[in-house]
Each structure stands twice: as structure tokens, then as C-alpha cells.
């Protein structure tokens, strides 16, 4: 099976998502990905451990397809190894800040004196030259940064979501600026910088809200789970569970009407309205705004029936719905499991094995592939000095010194 980066060699100083994620789709499209973390293993191994030696979900998720070496770069002996490592790397991956980069010798001057045309993918939480640059922070910076935690909550408190969708959001980035740089390297024979920022993916990803508010100055207030610019479009409970149903646009909405029309009246509620030419309800921006009397609705119509019936009957009219699922239930369901959203991939001494998600994106002729798990801390110090020539003398010493 070919791969299209199966002679990319990427060095991954990344630490916690956004680097290692990035790193880690390199290496899912064939690239040679050597994870360095600290002798005693840096922090983002041990979050939330489901292994005997504490290595958590997060962890087994971010550093597949990964060899391990662990290093000071901070000794002496630590920069030598660096600069070897770099010699023969085409890419290195660092979300670590500037200063930090500087010491280890990973900033894009000192990689260049080392190799011309090295890449180096790097990420910040604020971005360069604004006054918020030295600053470090994760992903819940950009989500409340950018507004998106504000219009999530309710009127009462923001909300972050649980997914750290910033930090996987930088890391697709990421991976497509080094894709593209990879590219360009290609064709002009020069390697270059390529810049993550938490704060600017969120601003991204809620672009549209900033443009109505700099335009028109809607100032809008949250509202939860409820969607504002259309409805129904918020989370419902079921005599069982709950809901998502989500009606953009004419079409959808006049389905939405017959399959409240067909319910015989059985709520009792908004049996009087008119939904297709009541001026409340003429589009979606109207819909938004006048959205409580289609939530008692629709709060009363799902009231009735289970989860599964009302679904079922949603997406039989073809209006988009789906169950709200714990953990558990999204583990189970048949339709996750036939579509190999998953990986099952052992881990020493862990008490079965954990289910990586697989590449997002389905390449027919050249596809992203889960190959092996994440290391063991260190595993392959060793092998990786050895190729670099140096002797099984020098990496004992290397080994009493701290230095791996």
C-alpha cells in the first residue's frame, strides 16, 4: 500500500494535542514520527491513565504510529543529539513557546544552521506580535476568546465545551500548512515556518457570529442549546433520553409541519397555528427569533414517544436527528461500529484494548492507516541512537547522565 509521506521523517517535540495531533495525521499518511518527551516523561502521557504505568486515553489517541526517545535537550550532551536528529528530519513539530524553543535549539534559525530546508510546525495560544504573545494556554483560551463559550452557555454562565475542539481544529490546521509546506518545499527546494494559534482557530470557527455582530450589530444573547437563526434547533427530551433535531431552511420546515400535522392533534399543543403562514414563522431568521412556540411543539411531540420512535420518525420525514448518547451508548452503536470508526489497539498490561478513533477522511487510492500503538515510554531510545552512530558506550553514558 502506498503512502504519500513514507519518506518524511518528522521529529514531534509536541506536547498535550495540538502538536502531537498534528504529528500524529503526518504519521497516519505514512511519515516516520519520533515522539520526544522528557527522561521521565513528559506530562501529557499521564492525563487521565488507563494503563498500569499511567499512560491515559489521550495519550494512546495523540502518539500512534509514533517511535519514542526520550531527551534533555537541555544538556549539553542533549543539544548534540538534537542537532543529529535534525540533520535528518524534514519536519519538526514544537508547540511549545518561543522562548522555550529558543533554549532547546528549535527555533526556525537554529534548526536552519542545521538543515536548510527543514520544516517547522509550531504552535502558540495567542499568536505572534500582538500583546498576548508570551502568554501560554490551552484550548479553553480560544473557546472563551472567541465568543463561542459566551454564545454556548446560558444567559446566567458561559460554557466550554467538554471536546477540546480548538486544540484538534489547530492540529488539522497544522497538518494541512505542513502538507503544503511539504509541498513547496517540492518545488522551490526551501523549508519554512508554519504557524498554529489556538486563539485564531477559534475566531475561525466563529467567524459568522463576529461578522453579524461587526455588521449589523445584532448583539445576540445565549440561549443554550437552542439555535438562534432557525427552529426547531435545540436538544428535546424523549420519555427516554434526549434528542438532537436540527430544521434549516423551507423544505425542512414544511416537512417538519406534516409530521406534526400527522400526529392527529394527540399534543394539544399549537394545534391553532398556522406554521406555513403565520409571518412568525416565514423563514428561518423569523423561526429563530419566534422559537418558543415551535419548542412546546415539538417539547410536546417528543414527550410521547421514546428516543428510538422519535427518532425513527425524524429522519423518516428526512429531518435531521439523532440521540444524545453517553459514553457508553456511542461505544454500542451498530452504525459507529460497521463504519470502523475505530481501532482497537492493545498496550501492555492495559486490561483491553482501547478504541482509537481512525482517520476522519477516506482516502481510496492512498489511504491514512492506524499501524502500530503508542510507545512505551522511551522504547526506542536505542534503536533511534543507533542509527544516529551513536555507540552502545555513549548511550549508557547518555543514559547515567540523564540526558536520555
Given at each position: 500500500?502506498?503512502?504519500?509521506?513514507?519518506?518524511?521523517?518528522?521529529?514531534?517535540?509536541?506536547?498535550?494535542?495540538?502538536?502531537?495531533?498534528?504529528?500524529?495525521?503526518?504519521?497516519?499518511?505514512?511519515?516516520?514520527?519520533?515522539?520526544?518527551?522528557?527522561?521521565?516523561?513528559?506530562?501529557?502521557?499521564?492525563?487521565?491513565?488507563?494503563?498500569?504505568?499511567?499512560?491515559?486515553?489521550?495519550?494512546?489517541?495523540?502518539?500512534?504510529?509514533?517511535?519514542?526517545?526520550?531527551?534533555?535537550?537541555?544538556?549539553?550532551?542533549?543539544?548534540?543529539?538534537?542537532?543529529?536528529?535534525?540533520?535528518?528530519?524534514?519536519?519538526?513539530?514544537?508547540?511549545?513557546?518561543?522562548?522555550?524553543?529558543?533554549?532547546?535549539?528549535?527555533?526556525?534559525?537554529?534548526?536552519?544552521?542545521?538543515?536548510?530546508?527543514?520544516?517547522?510546525?509550531?504552535?502558540?495560544?495567542?499568536?505572534?506580535?500582538?500583546?498576548?504573545?508570551?502568554?501560554?494556554?490551552?484550548?479553553?483560551?480560544?473557546?472563551?476568546?472567541?465568543?463561542?463559550?459566551?454564545?454556548?452557555?446560558?444567559?446566567?454562565?458561559?460554557?466550554?465545551?467538554?471536546?477540546?475542539?480548538?486544540?484538534?481544529?489547530?492540529?488539522?490546521?497544522?497538518?494541512?500548512?505542513?502538507?503544503?509546506?511539504?509541498?513547496?518545499?517540492?518545488?522551490?527546494?526551501?523549508g519554512q515556518m508554519v504557524e498554529g494559534a489556538l486563539l485564531k482557530t477559534a475566531l475561525m470557527m466563529g467567524n459568522s457570529n463576529l461578522i453579524e455582530q461587526a455588521v449589523i450589530h445584532r448583539d445576540r444573547q445565549p440561549t443554550g442549546n437552542r439555535g438562534q437563526t432557525s427552529a426547531p434547533s435545540d436538544l428535546y427530551q424523549t420519555a427516554d433520553g434526549w434528542i438532537l433535531c436540527s430544521v434549516i431552511g423551507e423544505p425542512l420546515f414544511r416537512r417538519w409541519v406534516d409530521l406534526m400535522a400527522s400526529d392527529n392533534g394527540a399534543s394539544g399543543v399549537g394545534e391553532e397555528i398556522d406554521w406555513l403562514n403565520d409571518?412568525?414563522?416565514?423563514?428561518?431568521?423569523?423561526?429563530?427569533?419566534?422559537?418558543?412556540?415551535?419548542?412546546?411543539?415539538?417539547?410536546?411531540?417528543?414527550?410521547?414517544?421514546?428516543?428510538?420512535?422519535?427518532?425513527?420518525?425524524?429522519?423518516?420525514?428526512?429531518?435531521?436527528?439523532?440521540?444524545?448518547?453517553?459514553?457508553?451508548?456511542?461505544?454500542?452503536?451498530?452504525?459507529?461500529?460497521?463504519?470502523?470508526?475505530?481501532?482497537?489497539?492493545?498496550?501492555?498490561?492495559?486490561?483491553?484494548?482501547?478504541?482509537?478513533?481512525?482517520?476522519?477522511?477516506?482516502?481510496?487510492?492512498?489511504?491514512?492507516?492506524?499501524?502500530?500503538?503508542?510507545?512505551?515510554?522511551?522504547?526506542?531510545?536505542?534503536?533511534?541512537?543507533?542509527?544516529?552512530?551513536?555507540?552502545?558506550?555513549?548511550?549508557?553514558?547518555?543514559?547515567?547522565?540523564?540526558?536520555?
Amino acid at each position: 500500500m502506498h503512502q504519500v509521506l513514507a519518506a518524511v521523517r518528522v521529529l514531534d517535540f509536541g506536547r498535550y494535542i495540538a502538536g502531537p495531533f498534528c504529528a500524529a495525521l503526518l504519521g497516519d499518511l505514512g511519515a516516520e514520527v519520533i515522539r520526544i518527551e522528557k527522561v521521565r516523561g513528559s506530562e501529557d502521557r499521564f492525563i487521565a491513565p488507563v494503563t498500569p504505568t499511567g499512560e491515559g486515553g489521550m495519550f494512546l489517541q495523540m502518539n500512534r504510529n509514533k517511535r519514542s526517545l526520550t531527551l534533555n535537550p537541555m544538556k549539553p550532551a542533549g543539544r548534540g543529539i538534537v542537532r543529529r536528529l535534525v540533520a535528518t528530519a524534514d519536519v519538526v513539530v514544537a508547540n511549545l513557546p518561543p522562548a522555550t524553543l529558543e533554549a532547546m535549539g528549535l527555533d526556525l534559525e537554529s534548526l536552519r544552521e542545521v538543515k536548510e530546508d527543514v520544516i517547522l510546525t509550531t504552535v502558540s495560544a495567542y499568536g505572534r506580535g500582538g500583546p498576548y504573545s508570551d502568554r501560554v494556554g490551552f484550548d479553553g483560551i480560544g473557546q472563551v476568546m472567541s465568543g463561542i463559550a459566551y454564545m454556548t452557555g446560558d444567559p446566567d454562565r458561559p460554557r466550554r465545551a467538554a471536546a477540546p475542539f480548538v486544540d484538534f481544529g489547530t492540529a488539522l490546521s497544522c497538518a494541512y500548512g505542513t502538507l503544503a509546506a511539504l509541498m513547496a518545499r517540492q518545488q522551490t527546494g526551501k523549508g519554512q515556518m508554519v504557524e498554529g494559534a489556538l486563539l485564531k482557530t477559534a475566531l475561525m470557527m466563529g467567524n459568522s457570529n463576529l461578522i453579524e455582530q461587526a455588521v449589523i450589530h445584532r448583539d445576540r444573547q445565549p440561549t443554550g442549546n437552542r439555535g438562534q437563526t432557525s427552529a426547531p434547533s435545540d436538544l428535546y427530551q424523549t420519555a427516554d433520553g434526549w434528542i438532537l433535531c436540527s430544521v434549516i431552511g423551507e423544505p425542512l420546515f414544511r416537512r417538519w409541519v406534516d409530521l406534526m400535522a400527522s400526529d392527529n392533534g394527540a399534543s394539544g399543543v399549537g394545534e391553532e397555528i398556522d406554521w406555513l403562514n403565520d409571518p412568525r414563522f416565514a423563514d428561518d431568521l423569523a423561526r429563530g427569533d419566534n422559537a418558543g412556540p415551535i419548542g412546546e411543539r415539538m417539547n410536546a411531540w417528543c414527550a410521547s414517544r421514546s428516543t428510538a420512535e422519535a427518532v425513527d420518525a425524524l429522519n423518516g420525514a428526512m429531518i435531521p436527528s439523532a440521540p444524545a448518547y453517553s459514553m457508553q451508548q456511542t461505544l454500542d452503536d451498530p452504525h459507529i461500529a460497521e463504519v470502523e470508526s475505530f481501532v482497537d489497539l492493545e498496550y501492555p498490561g492495559m486490561a483491553r484494548p482501547a478504541p482509537v478513533a481512525r482517520p476522519s477522511v477516506r482516502l481510496t487510492e492512498t489511504p491514512a492507516t492506524i499501524r502500530h500503538r503508542a510507545p512505551t515510554l522511551g522504547e526506542h531510545t536505542d534503536e533511534i541512537l543507533g542509527n544516529l552512530g551513536y555507540t552502545a558506550d555513549e548511550i549508557a553514558a547518555f543514559r547515567a547522565e540523564r540526558v536520555v
